[in-house]
């Protein structure tokens, strides 16, 4: 069965105090890992897609990698606007996604 | 939203009432799905369509039904909606390149 799980499952960093979120996957025939952020009351915002272990996706201060078991956002100097909670959702070869729970991240002034 | 909307956007409905919600995309995608989202349970798909009439099950899919008779309309049914189908959802679209675009969500209440 195929299983994502994100970690931690909160963060509160202050501005400025980079870090960054965990996506473990487990999925059968990875056609493709996805970030997306959600902010309160809205749908899931797309973020990047990672095809292949060693692939590397930048925007702004966000850069997410991916290796053969698990994905990472890195996030550099965050403001308090990055505040939301992220996603990440692996696509197997029936081309359903599996989401993980989410990372919610607070960023402090 | 990627020219994708959802209505209504907030309902609440009695246990036992059927209820429909509809997602209608000017995007001209093949693929459109349907995701609960519940605290704790994260986003669960519960349909989906490859295509006009094609649909399929998703992981979550009992006590809803779909339909899709033109490509920019996904229509989820809840025959007889339960307190358990309290939930916010999700329509998404996507084209061959896997990826998916979320609308604004739906916001249901059954007392």
Known sequence: EDQVTQSPEALRLQEGESSSLNCSYTVSGLRGLFWYRQDPGKGP?????????GEEKEKERLKATLTKKESFLHITAPKPEDSATYLCAANNAGNMLTFGGGTRLMVKP | D?????????????????????????ENHRYMYWYRQDPG???RLIHYS???KDTDKGEVSDGYSVSRSKTEDFLLTLESAT?????????????????QYFGPGTRLTVT
Request: net charge neutral; with cysteine; aromatic share 12%.
């Open chain 1, 45 to 53: 915002e797309f973020l990047f897609t990672l095809y292949s272990a």
């Open chain 2, 2 to 26: 990627a020219g994708i909307t959802q209505s209504p956007r907030h309902k609440v409905t009695e246990t036992g009432t059927p209820v429909t919600l509809r997602c209608h995309q000017t």
């Open chain 2, 41 to 43: 349970h994260g986003l």
């Open chain 2, 50 to 52: 490859y295509g006009v």
């Open chain 2, 83 to 99: 307190s358990s189908q309290t939930s916010v959802y999700f329509c998404a679209i996507s084209s061959v390149s896997y990826e």
